[in-house]
């Protein structure tokens, strides 16, 4: 019998052909998604310190952010300095400069963001005092935070 020798298949090298293949179905693909790909505005920002501020408003601006503190005894606090009596519910004081602030970013084209910290275990009638207070005094921009009792 006579034995079938195996032939070796040749080598055929790098083949280009499937590559372009592949290649050209890709830039279809995104071809055909860079039609549906929506144009963004832009948004337009101030930074701080981008814009030159005058020396004479420098004085009338307020802080761009304001902590209200509220211990567990029911103590307020404006940035961390006390303001009115734990017992005070109507916060005449916290009014009148929260009013202040308010007015003074008014005139300012500026938003003022006040940060009610309060302690775990305060009460919430307190928080509701705090924040008939704010809403008296025109102030929308309030974030909450939570405090373990070290700082506020």
């Not at 293949?21 to 830039?27: A, N, P």
């Not at 039609?35 to 101030?46: H, L, Q, R, S």
């Not at 602030?101 to 003022?112: G, R, T, Y």
Request: proline share 5%; aromatic share 6%.
């Amino acid at each position: 019998m006579k034995r079938v020798q195996a032939e070796e298949a040749p080598n055929l090298g790098f083949q280009i052909a499937p590559m372009l293949d592949v290649v050209f179905v890709i830039l279809l693909y995104f071809m055909v998604l860079a039609g549906t790909v929506k144009i963004e505005f832009e948004i337009k920002t101030t930074l701080p310190g981008s814009v030159e501020s005058s020396s004479s408003a420098s004085d009338a601006e307020p802080p761009e952010e304001v902590t209200i503190g509220i211990s567990e005894e029911g103590e307020v606090s404006l940035n961390e300095d006390p303001i009115g009596a734990p017992n005070d519910v109507h916060l005449f004081e916290l009014y009148a400069q929260m009013r202040q602030l308010a007015e003074a970013a008014s005139q300012a084209s500026q938003k003022i963001i006040v940060t009610v910290a309060a302690e775990e275990t305060v009460k919430y009638d307190r928080i509701m005092n705090v924040l008939d207070v704010l809403a008296k005094a025109k102030v929308s921009n309030v974030t909450f935070s939570a405090t373990g009792g070290e700082d506020y």
